[in-house]
């Protein structure tokens, strides 16, 4: 019985130690994202959501290039833009705004695949965005 428990309990770590040291790549980023759901997670209930009839209308999306840009698009708007770097599991968004001001943002990577990315933002008020890569 301990050997079995000793072994699955091996696995077990072996799998989350595995998950835990995830290496994102910089061209894993690259490319346009399509917001498939919006959430604030830590909301009061209910928490607070993005429609998903307001995504279908606005089709907002997150693009990254391979020179460092990135831009937020909504209802067919700038929403935001200016250059990013990838630290570890981060993204550290360099918000260009008016005056040549500029703020720093810093998004962490919950997932990523090659078909799917959920971020946060790691602010006091928690954003959490699933996005589906365009294969356009």
């Known amino acids: 019985m301990h050997k079995r428990f000793f072994i699955i ?7 989350a130690t595995s998950a835990c040291n995830r290496v994102i790549k910089p061209d894993m ?5 399509n917001y ?16 998903a009839r307001e995504l279908a209308e606005k089709s907002p999306y997150i693009e990254l290039t391979s020179n460092g840009k990135l831009v937020m698009m909504w209802g067919g ?9 990838l630290d570890k599991d981060n993204i550290i968004y360099t918000e260009h705004l008016a005056n040549e001001q500029t703020r720093k943002i810093l998004f ?15 602010e006091d008020d928690i954003v959490r965005v699933r996005a589906k890569k365009d294969k356009k």
């Open 36 to 51: 498939v759901k919006v959430e604030n997670p830590y909301s009061p209930n209910p928490p607070d959501t993005v429609s």
């Open 77 to 85: 708007k700038l929403l935001s833009s200016g250059t990013y770097q």
């Open 29 to 33: 980023l690259i490319g346009k994202w």
């Open 9 to 15: 309990y091996s696995v077990l770590l072996i799998v």
């Open 108 to 122: 962490w990577i919950k997932a990523i695949d090659e078909n799917e990315i959920v971020f946060e933002t790691k």
